[in-house]
């Protein structure tokens, strides 16, 4: 098992940074993905941005590249997603995603509400 908890949501005007961060613990050697994904009112859960924990590489949605940001550092267990230049359509709640190698478990957080004004 796999418990992740997220935090540093919060309300911002369009324009301005966020910061979210997720740490892991339990089985955290098991992990082989991490990925932010995110829920507004209304709408399906989409994938965000996504980090293999051991090389590091990165994939993005297109609605967000070259303003979301994520990283690891796998000393703390913890995977980050810079949100610079937010949009009002970036509002929803972001979740955190740990995929497993053994089986292909995948674990999310209870989520952390980011809110856009224009």
């Known amino acids: 098992q796999v418990q992740l908890v997220e935090s540093g949501g919060g309300l911002v005007q369009a324009g301005d940074s966020l910061r979210l961060s997720c740490v892991a613990s339990g089985r955290t050697f098991t992990i082989y993905h991490m990925a932010w994904v995110r829920q507004a009112p209304g709408k399906e859960r989409e994938f965000v941005a996504g980090?293999?924990?051991?090389?590091?590489?990165?994939v993005y949605a297109d609605y967000v590249k070259g303003r979301f940001t994520i990283a690891r550092d796998n000393a703390k267990n913890t995977v980050y997603l810079q949100m610079d230049g937010l949009k009002p359509d970036d509002t929803a709640v972001y979740y955190c995603?740990?995929?497993?190698?053994?089986?292909?478990?995948?674990?999310w957080g209870q989520g952390t509400q980011v809110t856009v004004s224009s």
């Open positions: 995603e740990a995929t497993t190698s053994t089986g292909g478990n995948r674990y």
């Open positions: 980090i293999y924990w051991s090389g590091g590489s990165t």
